[in-house]
């Protein structure tokens, strides 16, 4: 199994930028994808980018060129640096991480990101 620890939410103004951190531990293999999703109020849990062991990312079309999802093997840590936030923004972040091979998938227990003034 792999547990997963994220860091790094709280409570920015519209515009303002802020850097969300998700270490794993545990039982890593080098085939992975790590990636963070978002749930709002009322709404579903949502994809916002993904990245695999590789360096390939993925990204929803509501963050992309205000967003950007890195990763570091060697801490297993995923980062996800969000620019010109904006109040719709707002959600429960979620790092997830994907085990290609052994086919399990783990999740953080989520940081709260509110943006507002």
């Known amino acids: 199994q792999v547990q997963l620890v994220e860091s790094g939410g709280g409570l920015v103004q519209p515009g303002g930028s802020q850097r969300l951190s998700c270490a794993a531990s545990g039982s890593i293999f080098s085939l992975n994808v790590m990636g963070w999703y978002r749930q709002a109020p009322g709404k579903q849990r949502e994809l916002v980018a993904t990245?695999?062991?590789?360096?390939?990312?993925n990204y929803a079309d509501s963050v992309k060129g205000r967003f950007t999802i890195s990763r570091d093997n060697a801490k297993n840590t995923v980062y996800l640096q969000m620019n010109s936030l904006k109040p719709e923004d707002t959600a429960v972040y979620y790092c997830?991480?994907?085990?290609?091979?052994?086919?399990?998938?783990?999740w953080g227990q989520g940081t709260q990101v509110t943006v507002s003034s």
């Open positions: 990245i695999n062991s590789i360096g390939t990312t």
């Open positions: 997830r991480f994907e085990d290609v091979l052994r086919k399990f998938v783990s």
